[in-house]
């Protein structure tokens, strides 16, 4: 199994996993550097609290998708999912009103792009996508140009400038909390009791925890914020494409020699989802969130693949789509998963406070 960087080793070592001294020594240095970095967030939270830093407002409702954990919680497929449900309310728009314009950052793919605006645009067709680090100017552009009855923001909890009117949370049940500690020494972008800004949570991938382990997480919500609406999803896998195009049903990695490669948060939940779909996980590459392929890494791995006697080779919809063109030159078949989320818990809950948020009445965060 090869890696760009060992974040496997990472995720261990937070997690406690990785034992001896070297570990000890390791992690007591992350939680060093965690101290600096749990100033700075409780600093900037306390500024924007007390109105000494400034939200600013847009002119149409905002619903944020973020999280507290930084890697894969799952926002991409709730994003995708909150724009369809979205469009379904078209009716109650004004006429040549775009139902939502989805506000993101954008992240650099190897081809000098952006990997998750590419994958947004395909997956939300007829939803513009607005692309700008800065959020409150992005805002700005997608309303004068799209006159959209309402802006979604793609991981943007942290990103307090701009006012939101409802903020949803993404909690990845195999990885919750982020193992109860800030960057470094853990996942957390901020503590949990941050979650107090939110009014909803949706966990996600729940079908890769026990119903015990879901009720404490959901237990730990209610904890820290009694009124949050929670509800439980899973993201379904629906078919697999190919590089060259062509689709085909989620049975066809049943009883399949695979090797897979993904650049994303939480790796493992992909590599769980191919086994449970049948496939033989023989080999694996793993690469940091958003990496940019080279030829070299591409090339490396066809050779590997075809060394492992693979039958086809699986990646990500993101990673696909973040591949440079035409950069898959190997006979094996280059297939990236298909995935949609389903909820399994709470959707009714959930969509009556999506409705309530175009109409105005529930209260609005900063």
């Not at 937070?14 to 939680?31: E, H, R, V, Y």
């Not at 989805?102 to 996508?129: F, H, M, N, W």
């Not at 903020?167 to 500690?181: K, N, R, S, V, W």
């Amino acid at each position: 199994m090869s890696l760009s960087l060992d974040q496997r080793s990472y995720r261990q070592l937070i997690s406690g996993q990785s034992t001896g001294p070297g570990a000890k020594l390791g992690k007591a240095l992350l939680t060093a550097l965690s101290i600096p970095y749990g100033w700075a967030i409780h600093t900037r939270n306390a500024l924007y609290d007390r109105g000494l830093l400034r939200s600013h407002r847009a002119a149409v409702p905002v619903i944020c998708v973020g999280n507290l954990t930084t890697g894969g919680t799952g926002k991409t497929p709730l994003v995708v999912w909150l724009c369809r449900f979205l469009s379904e309310l078209q009716p109650g728009a004004k006429e040549g009103q775009t139902p939502c314009v989805i506000l993101t950052r954008g992240y650099k793919s190897a081809q000098g792009g952006r990997d998750e605006p590419a994958l947004l645009s395909q997956l939300c067709p007829g939803t513009p996508v607005s692309v700008n680090p800065d959020r409150v100017a992005g805002a700005r552009q997608a309303i004068e140009r799209y006159a959209p009855r309402l802006l979604v923001m793609d991981d943007g909890f942290q990103h307090r400038r701009l006012a939101r009117d409802l903020d949803i949370l993404t909690i990845d049940a195999t990885a919750p909390f982020g193992y109860g500690q800030l960057l470094p020494a853990g996942l957390l972008r901020e503590p949990v009791s941050c979650m107090c800004r939110a009014q909803a949570a949706v966990i996600t991938r729940a079908d890769q925890a026990t119903e015990e382990r879901l009720r404490t997480i959901e237990a730990r919500i209610a904890a820290l914020n009694p009124e949050m609406i929670v509800a439980r999803s899973c993201h379904r896998p629906t078919s697999v494409t190919f590089a060259d195009g062509h689709s085909a049903a989620i049975d066809t990695l049943k009883r399949q020699r695979v090797y897979a490669f993904c650049g994303i948060g939480n790796p493992e939940a992909f590599f769980q989802t191919l086994r449970s779909l049948g496939a033989s996980l023989v080999g694996s590459s793993l690469f940091d969130d958003h990496h940019p392929f080279s030829a070299r890494e591409i090339v490396t791995m066809e050779e590997e693949a075809q060394r492992l006697e693979a039958d086809l080779v699986m990646t990500t919809e993101k990673n696909m789509t973040g591949l440079p063109r035409q950069a898959w030159r190997s006979p094996l078949l280059l297939g990236s998963l298909n995935v949609e989320l389903t909820f399994t818990a709470g959707e009714q809950a959930f969509k009556s406070l999506i409705s309530r948020t175009l109409t105005g009445t529930i209260p609005a965060n900063p």
